[in-house]
């Protein structure tokens, strides 16, 4: 009877143990903080502000350079470095979704997807409706050349849409929310920084090009990647379970520095010369190309 006894007792005491282990490990699981009502409605939101503020008519303003030398942006035109920059930031948005299916789909990938678009939502919307308020004409609308004049002119409020720049926002809110999202799961070292480096380099690239196109002053993609940087960390940082919340090795400090020094610095050495259009054409345009909200599939003006 008492060896009955003492078998009920440890099995009780098994099951106990199980249960406390599996509700410890299903606790550590959960790196992420979302509440799935809120959440959808924040995102739902975000989304129906930057489509609103892209049908919105632009500010015109007639201002120009903001900072000591951004006038030389002025003499830029490169439609090729425009569509570049546009399958980079293609490439940035993509690449968090891709390293968090990585490790292979989970209730984390679900709760970390959720965030990262959160993330990208409200960078949008707030890059919108700033555009809309402030109306800052792109540096193109000052060039001389009569085609180049032509191509402002046909691009209505597009040309207004300046301050600030929507390609840098996004990349930075991309690289900074989705290489941290990652961190918090990963446990190699070596992928978390290779993911930074990998993602700010494609940022900084995207943003330098910006300026080589002429559709932005330096002003405008410094505070594109600190607003885009700004937003991501914060939100970022708030999903995250305290006890996940990564920080920021050597390595990945190094890969940092190196990825946005990088980055820069290849947009500047590329061969872009002043292009003035010469005609008509199909162009896969993101959320921000010209000033208008969404991805479409359009026909440039000559």
């Known amino acids: 009877m008492n060896r009955v006894k003492l078998r009920s007792r440890a099995l009780v005491a098994a099951a106990a143990l199980i249960t406390q282990l599996s509700a410890t490990r299903a606790l550590r699981a959960e790196r992420y903080r979302t509440d ?27 201002w120009g350079a903001w900072l000591p030398g951004e006038a030389a942006a002025q ?21 968090p979704l891709i390293a968090q299916l990585a490790p292979g789909a989970d209730a984390d990938t679900g709760r970390a997807t959720l965030i990262y678009a959160q993330v990208i939502a409200i960078d949008a919307a707030l890059t919108m409706l700033t555009k809309r308020l402030v109306g800052r004409p792109r540096p193109y609308t000052h060039s001389a050349d009569p085609a180049v004049a032509a191509y402002a002119q046909a691009k209505g409020d597009g040309a207004y849409a300046s301050f600030f720049s929507g390609h840098s926002s996004l990349a930075f809110a991309a690289a900074v929310s989705g290489s941290y999202l990652f961190a918090a799961r990963s446990g190699d070292r070596a992928a978390r920084a290779s993911l930074w480096g990998m993602q700010l380099a494609l940022a900084s690239f995207t943003a330098g090009l910006r300026l080589r196109a002429g559709r932005h002053y ?19 940082f708030a999903h995250t379970d305290r006890a996940a919340r990564p920080s920021i090795s050597t390595a990945s400090a190094l890969a940092i520095a190196g990825g946005i020094s990088f980055g820069a610095l290849l947009s500047h050495l590329l061969p872009f010369s002043f292009a003035a259009p010469n005609g008509s054409g199909l162009r896969l345009g993101p959320l921000f190309a010209d000033g208008v909200a969404g991805l479409a599939l359009s026909l440039s003006p000559p």
Not at 83 to 91: A, F, G, H, K, V
């Open 36 to 62: 799935v009502g809120s959440d959808v409605a924040l995102l739902s939101g975000a989304i129906a502000l930057a489509i609103a503020a892209s049908n919105t008519p632009s500010r015109r303003g007639n």
């Open 75 to 95: 003499r830029n035109f490169s439609a090729r470095a425009s569509r570049i920059s546009d399958l980079t930031l293609y490439t940035t948005l993509t690449t």
């Open 218 to 236: 330096l002003s405008d993609v410094v505070v594109g990647a600190l607003v885009g940087s700004g937003l991501a960390l914060g939100i970022s």
